[in-house]
């Protein structure tokens, strides 16, 4: 067999890389827009069109087919003219890295499986670990925040059924906030907590959790009988982008003796960051953090950990098996602190990148996506028609089109249907979420090459799509009863 690599296919493998890498260049000095705006409709009947079940056509004709059906109506997250969610172009040493897992195919579940790529894993581990302030911290490469967030949820429960011992499920409560990722909901589901084991902390107009609220919050969980294993405070929420205040949180759980989990799955470039390392003041007194590195550290997905301040709290997950990692095994195996079993060596991405560009680099290339928002931010601070509608601590912005005269109904109306137009045409991808109850435009800049005038030339296409978008509804309304 020859489709297989091993030693007598190098010399395909070589032909075939070279070939693959030589289409996605060319998609990349070609392509003028973050998307092909091809329907949905049209790309559903390209996929369904392709028979699966006939026989190959070999290597070079579906590499040729990959690049013609996939790669020129993949959404470009380099392009500047995407502007729409947590996704970064990634740096060109992590995508070096991604060619060669791949084609080493580790395992980093146990160390006869990976070898070296526990201890790179492990000692990136560390690295974050110091980062955070965690000198005696401990952790494993996940799939991404959700995942992270599912793991800091688990070992509160289990740190709070081991502290407190015949605690029931329907006891448990975590504290989070309405801004808080709704993988906490799902993590809190997950692990067999009762329907409303969740309690919403308030937060302030921003959307950062009130250390006051949290305090009063946990005594009525006291009051009612019940035990927060939990509290979730976030550094960069999804939408608004801000930091809670994480001393302030961490002296309340402290009072309180609770589990501090901090979903830093955004915000977690402060660690590198050489100007706004202070917004994660605190975050060195949690018990355990998300950390995203394909958001904030230009990495491919999936490259992202869950580090806990205390190395030996990940025993309380810890399974042994005879067949794979024996209790009295005298090698380290990350399947004894990991969710999966099978697990890409994704540390790898990371690995390279520091050496290849450095941390600081890195903090250089976050900060100037922030720096970004802040002169996106003064922009439409004086906008006659596109108002800002929140602040942020990180990137984002949330903003419509309102100009004066158009009242909030109708303004409300436009924020859908404009960026389905975007989209639609191709020449701009924009996301739209809820703040406050009302629908808004929403941008995420992870992009540290795009420039003011392209994000400029993005919200001028918004302008005059809302303006045509009202335009061409005008009539109706005027005609109807």
Same mark, same amino acid.
């Given at each position: 067999?020859?489709?297989? !690599?091993?030693?007598?296919?190098?010399?395909?493998?070589?032909?075939?890389?070279?070939?693959? =890498?030589?289409?996605?260049?060319?998609?990349?000095?070609?392509?003028?827009?973050?998307?092909?705006?091809?329907?949905?409709?049209?790309?559903?009947?390209?996929?369904?069109?392709?028979?699966?079940?006939? $026989?190959?056509?070999?290597?070079?004709?579906?590499?040729?087919?990959?690049?013609?059906?996939?790669?020129?109506?993949?959404?470009?997250?380099?392009?500047?003219?995407?502007?729409?969610?947590?996704?970064?172009?990634?740096?060109?040493?992590?995508?070096?890295?991604?060619?060669?897992?791949?084609?080493?195919? *580790?395992?980093?579940?146990?160390?006869?499986?990976?070898?070296?790529?526990?201890?790179?894993?492990?000692?990136?581990?560390?690295? *974050?670990?110091?980062?955070?302030?965690?000198?005696?911290?401990?952790?494993?490469?996940?799939?991404?925040?959700?995942?992270?967030? !599912?793991?800091?949820?688990?070992?509160?429960?289990?740190?709070?059924?081991?502290?407190?011992?015949?605690?029931?499920?329907?006891?448990? =409560?975590?504290?989070?906030?309405?801004?808080?990722?709704?993988?906490?909901?799902?993590?809190?589901?997950?692990?067999?907590?009762?329907?409303?084991?969740?309690?919403?902390?308030?937060?302030?107009?921003?959307?950062?959790?009130?250390?006051?609220?949290?305090? #009063?919050?946990?005594?009525?969980?006291?009051?009612?009988?019940?035990?927060?294993?939990?509290?979730?405070?976030?550094?960069?929420? *999804?939408?608004?982008?801000?930091?809670?205040?994480?001393?302030? #949180?961490?002296?309340?759980?402290?009072?309180?003796?609770?589990?501090?989990?901090?979903?830093?799955?955004?915000?977690?470039?402060?660690?590198?960051?050489?100007?706004?390392?202070?917004?994660?003041?605190?975050?060195?007194?949690?018990?355990?953090?998300?950390?995203?590195?394909?958001?904030?550290?230009?990495?491919?997905?999936?490259?992202?950990?869950? =580090?806990?301040?205390?190395?030996?709290? !990940?025993?309380?997950?810890?399974?042994?098996?005879?067949?794979?990692?024996?209790?009295?095994?005298?090698?380290?195996?990350?399947?004894?602190?990991?969710?999966?079993?099978?697990?890409?060596?994704?540390?790898?991405?990371?690995?390279?990148?520091?050496?290849?560009?450095?941390?600081?680099?890195?903090?250089?290339?976050?900060?100037?996506?922030?720096?970004?928002?802040?002169?996106?931010?003064?922009?439409?601070?004086?906008?006659?028609? !596109?108002?800002?509608?929140?602040?942020?601590?990180?990137?984002?912005?949330?903003?419509?089109?309102?100009?004066?005269?158009?009242?909030?109904?109708?303004?409300?109306?436009?924020?859908?249907?404009?960026?389905?137009?975007?989209?639609?045409?191709?020449?701009?991808?924009?996301?739209?979420?809820?703040?406050?109850?009302?629908?808004?435009?929403?941008? *995420?800049?992870?992009?540290?090459?795009?420039?003011?005038?392209?994000?400029?030339?993005?919200?001028?296409?918004?302008?005059?799509?809302?303006?045509?978008?009202?335009?061409?509804?005008?009539?109706?309304?005027?005609?109807? $009863?």
């Amino acid at each position: 067999m020859t489709e297989l !690599l091993h030693a007598a296919t190098a010399d395909d493998y070589v032909a075939t890389m070279r070939a693959t =890498v030589d289409a996605v260049a060319h998609r990349f000095r070609t392509t003028t827009r973050p998307f092909s705006g091809a329907s949905l409709e049209h790309l559903q009947e390209l996929v369904d069109a392709v028979d699966l079940d006939g $026989p190959g056509q070999g290597t070079a004709a579906a590499v040729r087919e990959v690049d013609e059906l996939v790669v020129r109506h993949a959404v470009w997250y380099h392009d500047p003219a995407y502007l729409a969610h947590l996704n970064c172009p990634v740096a060109l040493p992590a995508v070096a890295a991604e060619a060669v897992l791949a084609a080493v195919n *580790t395992s980093v579940d146990t160390y006869d499986q990976s070898g070296i790529g526990t201890l790179v894993e492990r000692r990136l581990v560390a690295w *974050t670990a110091g980062r955070l302030g965690f000198p005696a911290g401990g952790g494993v490469f996940t799939s991404g925040g959700t995942q992270s967030n !599912l793991q800091g949820v688990l070992l509160a429960r289990e740190h709070a059924r081991a502290d407190v011992p015949g605690l029931r499920a329907e006891d448990l =409560v975590v504290l989070a906030t309405a801004s808080s990722h709704f993988s906490v909901q799902t993590a809190a589901r997950l692990v067999g907590l009762a329907p409303d084991a969740v309690r919403l902390v308030p937060t302030d107009e921003d959307g950062r959790m009130r250390a006051d609220a949290l305090a #009063i919050a946990l005594r009525h969980v006291e009051r009612d009988g019940r035990h927060a294993m939990a509290v979730v405070a976030t550094a960069g929420t *999804t939408d608004r982008g801000c930091v809670d205040p994480l001393a302030a #949180i961490a002296d309340v759980c402290d009072a309180h003796d609770v589990w501090l989990h901090v979903d830093a799955a955004y915000g977690c470039g402060l660690l590198v960051s050489p100007t706004r390392r202070h917004l994660l003041d605190g975050v060195e007194r949690a018990r355990s953090v998300t950390v995203d590195f394909h958001k904030a550290f230009f990495q491919p997905v999936s490259s992202s950990a869950f =580090v806990v301040r205390h190395a030996a709290d !990940l025993r309380l997950l810890a399974h042994h098996h005879d067949y794979l990692n024996p209790e009295d095994a005298d090698e380290p195996n990350q399947v004894d602190v990991s969710l999966q079993t099978t697990r890409r060596f994704d540390a790898l991405k990371l690995w390279t990148t520091l050496r290849a560009l450095g941390p600081d680099r890195l903090g250089e290339l976050w900060d100037a996506t922030i720096d970004l928002a802040v002169g996106v931010h003064a922009l439409l601070a004086d906008d006659p028609d !596109l108002r800002l509608l929140a602040r942020t601590d990180l990137s984002t912005v949330l903003f419509r089109y309102q100009p004066d005269g158009l009242d909030d109904a109708r303004a409300d109306a436009l924020v859908a249907p404009v960026r389905r137009a975007l989209l639609a045409s191709g020449r701009a991808v924009v996301a739209r979420t809820v703040l406050d109850g009302r629908p808004c435009l929403k941008l *995420t800049l992870l992009d540290p090459t795009t420039a003011l005038a392209d994000v400029r030339h993005v919200l001028e296409l918004v302008r005059r799509t809302a303006a045509d978008t009202l335009a061409d509804a005008q009539p109706l309304a005027e005609v109807t $009863p």
